[in-house]
């Protein structure tokens, strides 16, 4: 059962909108614009998701090009990351899949510590030297209140139970001058409201919730955050989520672009010759269109950094 308030601003008025062929609604608050999946995604089902087809094998998750694309982006987070505290610092990743980019902040010199649900996920981010990787829910790992300088949540709020709980606990976990680090889908970007059901980023399979920028601020404030910094570009998510939106719009089956690139399916030389040759179409377009929104304000993420509030 869903909620009787919404989970950013407390307040009980929502819309309903149907995303007619998945059998899910999206549960929509009408005064912070904070979405909710109904029924939410059935815990048994995200956990067969979150294998070895979420996360690719022998921890390589992409075709090569993409591979290379996503290392080079976790490179250049891991170096902001290193921007944003002084030193050599304790840092926490909640949802580190793979552990890229913990692996990168390890290599700075940082104590990195992270959590992840997916075992397997788990397993092999702790073969990378120097991580400490918690499979059990962040309230049951063994960390001391007070005792991290930085906590980093990329794509993940989204895929939570309960969001504001686990802002909360890592209000706590971090020193009073720490900083939170995050992003997540923004459903209130252009690339959203002109794509509705066929928005890549929407994915009712895997996200229980969907975030506006006024309802992430007011779900950070009532959690105890302060943001300090806040943007809606992001050169990863923001130009394919355009592409694969249009793709979704125009193609025969959703996604088949992403599964490829994620060596999931291969649909046959014609179809992936096909979905290539849109692509190659779209891609200046799109790329176009995602800095545009961007320039605006509504670009595809919101990514913000925010402080523990002054106690
Ligand atoms: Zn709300």
């Given at each position: ?37 109904c ?17 690719g ?47 990168q ?24 030297q ?26 993940v ?9 686990t802002?909360?606990?890592i ?17 209130a ?8 059901k ?35 570009l ?14 979704n ?5 959703k996604g ?39 320039a ?8 913000v ?7």
């Amino acid at each position: 059962m869903p909620a009787t308030t919404c989970i950013a601003c407390g307040t009980g008025e929502f819309g309903i909108t149907r995303l007619d062929d998945t059998h899910q609604s999206l549960r929509t608050c009408k005064h912070c614009g904070t979405s909710e999946t109904c029924p939410k995604p059935d815990p048994a089902n995200l956990e067969a998701h979150y294998s070895e087809n979420y996360y690719g094998t022998d921890n390589v998750k992409f075709v090569p090009i993409v591979e290379a694309f996503v290392g080079w982006m976790n490179r250049k987070r891991a170096a902001r990351v290193h921007t944003l505290v002084a030193g050599r610092t304790r840092i926490l990743e909640v949802g580190c899949g793979r552990g890229l980019l913990l692996h990168q902040l390890a290599q700075l010199g940082h104590d990195c510590h992270g959590t992840e649900r997916s075992a397997l996920a788990a397993r092999r981010a702790s073969q990378t030297q120097g991580l400490h990787i918690y499979t059990q829910p962040l309230e049951e790992c063994p960390f001391d209140g007070h005792s991290f300088d930085a906590a980093i949540l990329w794509h993940v709020l989204e895929h939570l139970d309960d969001p504001q709980k686990t802002l909360a606990l890592i209000a706590r976990l971090l020193k009073p001058k720490g900083v939170v680090y995050l992003e997540v889908p923004n459903l209130a970007s252009l690339q959203s409201r002109t794509s509705g059901k066929n928005w890549f980023h929407l994915d009712p399979e895997h996200h229980l919730y969907h975030f506006s920028p006024v309802g992430l601020h007011r779900l950070l404030e009532t959690s105890g955050f302060q943001i300090e910094q806040r943007s809606t570009l992001s050169l990863e998510q923001g130009p394919y989520g355009v592409l694969q939106s249009w793709l979704n719009a125009i193609g025969r089956e959703k996604g088949t672009l992403y599964r490829i690139l994620k060596r999931e399916s291969f649909p046959g030389l014609m179809a992936t010759f096909r979905e290539f040759a849109m692509a190659a179409g779209l891609v200046l377009p799109a790329l176009l269109f995602a800095l545009m929104e961007a320039a605006i304000g509504r670009g595809g993420v919101l990514r913000v950094v925010a402080r523990p509030s002054a106690r």
